[in-house]
């Protein structure tokens, strides 16, 4: 039983990163900007659901705390970093080195500010109980599904109901229309940007009630969802979703054959072959070259 | 104090050697590696277990060391030729995290987290060196190297690859072999200052191979200014006294050094990136540096 | 006769359901302006991108003095002796003018180019020729992104007169240029044709291919329609038809 064990660890962590590479995925789609401090938001949504929860703030105050962290902070970089290198023409590589620095300063922030190490909440959601011989679950688990669902379920919504996410789905599949839509774009890459990070939000805060946070997981998450974008197809939401559950799955499940620290290895080797084999990933339409 | 300043100059020559072995492939073939760290390991790794099991000579360390690091930068070759831009980099940040974790399990060649510890003094023709002047050697060497790229053509090949592939190739430029060719000097080299780091401490472990020393070297050619000649020296420099700074600032507590530490670095990455996209040295040279 | 020093023979390809190419031939002539015109998206830039190996081709061949060079890498292409330009230029942006054009002088991939200073000072000289030849030799120090656009159209060419090779493709070179411009673009050919040049040019400007061609090959939805001389192919009621955009109705 192991391995169903394993399997459903794996689904669990999956939703999360799932969420997370969406919201990537969203942003690099639309603005074509490699959001590399896009795991900056998780960490910083997940502390703020941590400073909340620790103040003795009820826990829907710390969701909207995060979201609106991660929002704000998403907000903040295209303006301050990312609009400004884009007006002097800067390649990819000059957001690439700034977002990364944006990166290492809130860590460390975080680390000074908060502590360093792992700190986690507990609830009593996250208590496992033996559903079947030998396999636990705690209701963090549903919790974890249905949340992803619901979240992909409302910006699928919004994806194809609204004028707005039209727009931007149009945006991720067709690079050249970025041009094309000269005024607007300005707008819509902040809508990206917002909607993007505060799909962090979620993750993060389950990630606090679950495994638990450090001021470093923010790299591992960034890793994980440029792995699944890029595994799952630029340009296509649904494959980096699914990209994402999967190298959850391929983690988790991988710790039936090899030892834990070789667990990440396992996204990265999935990441290195598919650049080398096929670099437009399942569902590809942008093109590399 | 004297070894103090020493250890310090041997450490920033290692690290110009890095900086400089990867402004290579950065500044000059716009192929932006985040795996440097990974052939300074692989160097470092091959030089101790020379030193430790052959002859803690110091040229065949280094020698070693090239050829490991050089025959393995095919890794990173590979996706170099397949993508470019942001897959590229995803690409060098996975080999860079494949690599972290193997080298602290393969215990046989890295001794595992642990390291490998007692590594002889190393010797060349038989006398007990310090590494400082073989280290200042090689640096020297990169630099000279760095300076026909700028002048030659192979330099001009690389640029005009990175500045349209598809128009090098038409006029007759075998891409995938000026590609190949650069990181493959690129690797030997960050090998080389692998071996070097070794020697020079007697004891590596997988700690200072990891993506955040990757990162490091990357700030030091960004800071610098990508495709000068001495900008990667000088980010050097600056980033690996920056610590030593810190130390005489009264009001950091000792424990948050490195943070600070850390913060100053970021900020400085993000900060010039936004304002002086060209790097410290870049902007006096206009017209080479291109970030 | 003169001599036929590249053919292509049926070249197609398709992307996805669009047959761009469709079964093109054509021959370039030592010392001859061959003109490819033909209505946006007819092929040509496809045909131009098959013949370099930029582009796999479905069918067909293409052979350079009789050499096969279907399945060549674009590099080895030209080591054959094919320059081309681009339509969207692909100058070496960060790179000087003069650094652009000393590049095309020097092919190999190794550390070094073979044959030491003497042949470094030939491709020096080769390069400050090509510069004198396009007007560009007061800018040779100026980054090719800080150009006006008549200069970098120039420097494009510039790139392939340096090349020394002896069969040009030339994607609308001269399109967007002002006349004088367009007078020292002719001179320049006119000065490659008389070495032996063999030119394909790829051209929309009615005017400038009737005066710088010797022979038209007419392109539409990726077949030749009609080859001949000039004057011939121009005074075709039907071509002009499909090339000013009035295609009779095609069946429903
Ligand atoms: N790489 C590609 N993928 C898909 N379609 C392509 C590709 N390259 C060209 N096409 C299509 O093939 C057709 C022919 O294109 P081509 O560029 O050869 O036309 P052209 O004759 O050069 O036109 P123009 O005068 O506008 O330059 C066009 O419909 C174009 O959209
Ligand atoms: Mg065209």
Known sequence: MLFLQLLLQGIQTGALYALTAAGFALIFGATRIFHFAHGTSFTLAGYAFLFCWNGGLPGWIGTLAGIAVAMLFGLAMERLVYRPIQRHEGSFFTVF??????????????????????????????????????????????????????????????????????????LAQ???????????????????????????????????????????????????????????????????????????????????????????????????????????????????? | ????????????????????????????????SVAHAVFFGLGAYAGAQVALHIVPDALLACVVAAVVAGGLSLCLALPALRVRGEYFVAASLGLQMMATTLFSEAKAFTGGI????????????????????????????????????????????????????????????NVAAAKTLAMLFACAGAGIAGALFALHLSFVNVESFTMDQSVLVMAMVIIGGTGTLWGPVIGAIILLSLPA????????????????????????????????????????????ATA | MTDEVLRTENLARAFGGLQAVAGVSLSLYAGKVTALVGPNGAGKTTTFN??????????????????????????????????????????????????????ATETASWFWQPGGGAARRAREDRAARALEATGLAAL????????????????????????????WLLDEPASGLDLASRLRFGELLRGATARGVAICLIEHNLDVVTELSDRIAFLDQGKVLAEGDPQTILRDPALAAIYFGDRPQEAA
Request: hydrophobic share 60%.
């Open chain 1, 174 to 289: 067709n690079p050249d229309l970025l041009r094309a839509y000269g005024l607007s774009s300005n707008r819509l890459s902040m809508l990206a940007f917002a909607v993007g990070s505060a799909m962090a939000a979620p993750a993060a805060i389950l990630t606090a009630m679950t495994t638990g946070l450090n001021e470093a997981i923010g790299h591992h998450v960034m890793l994980i969802s440029m792995a699944a974008t890029i595994v799952g197809g630029v340009g296509s939401l649904r494959g980096a979703a699914l990209a994402g559950l999967m190298l959850g799955v391929a983690e988790s499940v991988a710790l039936q054959f090899v030892d834990t620290q070789w667990a990440e290895a396992v996204s990265f080797l999935v990441l290195f072959a598919f650049i080398i084999f096929r670099p437009s990933g399942f569902f590809g339409v942008a093109q590399t070259r």
């Open chain 2, 114 to 173: 642990g390291g490998l510890v007692a590594i002889p003094r190393p010797t060349l023709f038989g006398m007990e060196v310090s590494v400082l002047p073989l280290a200042l050697v090689a640096l020297a060497l990169i630099l000279f190297a760095t300076a026909l790229l700028q002048r030659g053509a192979f330099g001009r090949t690389l640029q005009a690859l990175r500045d349209a592939e598809s128009a090098a190739e038409a006029l007759g430029k």
């Open chain 2, 1 to 32: 104090m004297i070894a103090y300043a020493a250890n310090l100059a041997t450490i920033v020559a290692i690290f110009g050697i890095l900086a400089a072995t990867l402004n290579f492939v950065v500044g000059f073939a716009g192929i932006f």
């Open chain 2, 245 to 288: 700074g810190l130390a005489f600032v009264p009001f950091i507590p000792a424990t948050e050094v490195g943070a600070v530490q850390q913060i100053i670095y970021g900020l400085a990455m993000t900060l010039l990136m936004i304002f002086r996209p060209a790097g410290l040295v870049g902007d006096l040279s206009k017209g080479r």
């Open chain 3, 50 to 103: 098959l013949i370099t190996g930029n582009l796999r081709a479905d069918s067909g061949a293409a052979q350079i003095r009789g050499k096969p060079i279907m399945g060549l890498k674009p590099w080895q292409v030209a080591r054959l002796g094919v320059a081309r330009s681009f339509q969207d230029l692909r100058l070496f942006t960060h790179m000087t003018v003069r650094e652009n054009v000393l590049a």
């Open chain 3, 140 to 167: 040779a120090h100026a980054r090719a992104v800080d150009l006006a656009y008549a200069e970098r159209k120039f420097l494009s060419m510039a790139r392939i007169l340096a090349a020394e090779a002896d069969i």
């Open chain 1, 97 to 170: 080195v700034a977002a990364f620095g944006v990166a290492v300063v809130v860590q460390n922030l975080v680390g000074m500010v908060a502590g360093r190490g792992f700190a986690s909440v507990d609830t009593r959601l996250s208590l496992a109980t033996e559903v079947l011989p030998d396999v636990f679950l705690a209701p963090i688990f549903w919790i974890a599904i249905a949340v992803a669902v619901v979240l992909f379920a409302a910006l699928s919504a919004f994806l194809t109901r609204t004028h707005a996410g039209v727009a931007l789905r149009a």
